[in-house]
């Protein structure tokens, strides 16, 4: 069983959103990222657009306060919403790499 770490935890999502839906889902990006600015347990959310062809990939960088505050944020209401919300217009599936500092 792994143990959880201690310190920053660090999640990066690669979102590739279907390019017919790009402007709805660039939106619910934009708003959850503003939206979770204010949540105690994120220390960091950044949100990055790739240009040129692929204008309808991000990338989702966020830096938590601890593995455990991870855990509670994505339990939230305000996840849930989102990724519902964000779901039916993903052009491949949810990426998401978790890790902390060695």
Partial sequence: ????????FYAIVNVDLMPSDQVEG???LIN??????????VRFISLIQ??????????????F??????RRFIESDT??????????????PWDERLGSQP
Avoid: C
Avoid at 81 to 92: D, V
């Fill in 1 to 8: 069983m792994a143990v959880p770490s201690i310190g920053d």
């Fill in 26 to 28: 660039k939106k619910i």
């Fill in 32 to 41: 959850y990222r503003d939206e979770v600015r204010q949540n105690p347990n």
């Fill in 50 to 63: 790739q240009k040129d062809n692929a204008s309808n990939h991000f990338i989702l960088m966020e830096t």
């Fill in 65 to 70: 306060v601890s593995e455990a505050g991870y």
């Fill in 79 to 92: 996840v849930r919403r989102f990724r519902t919300a964000l779901y039916p217009h993903l052009g491949s």
